[in-house]
């Protein structure tokens, strides 16, 4: 079993920053992808950025030059600085795994930006 544990979200007004983590445990062999999914109220959950080995990455075009992912192999931890924020980035992100031993999602954390 593999476990999720997101941190790192909370009220930020507009322009301002946040740091999203990931920590993954449990029975981990082979890791795909990490990476950001987020969903906003009635909306379908989307894509935000991934990162797979080699370190190559993959942003949503609404995010691109104001979020980075990256990641720390020997942790098994992702992270996702935000900067600029803005009210449309308002949303509940969730961490996702996909590994030789499935796919996984983490709890979610809420991100609330303020204009």
């Known amino acids: 079993q593999v476990r999720l544990v997101e941190s790192g979200g909370g009220l930020v007004q507009a322009g301002g920053s946040l740091r999203l983590s990931c920590a993954a445990s449990?029975?981990?062999?082979?890791?795909?992808?990490m990476g950001w999914y987020r969903q906003a109220p009635g909306k379908q959950r989307e894509l935000v950025a991934d990162i797979r080995s080699g370190d190559r990455t993959n942003y949503a075009d609404s995010v691109k030059g104001r979020f980075t992912i990256s990641r720390d192999n020997a942790e098994n931890t992702v992270y996702l600085q935000m900067n600029s924020l803005k009210p449309e980035d308002t949303a509940v992100y969730y961490c996702?795994?996909?590994?030789?031993?499935?796919?996984?999602w983490g709890q979610g954390t809420q991100v609330t930006v303020s204009s």
């Open positions: 996702s795994l996909s590994g030789s031993a499935g796919d996984y």
């Open positions: 449990g029975s981990i062999f082979s890791i795909f992808a």
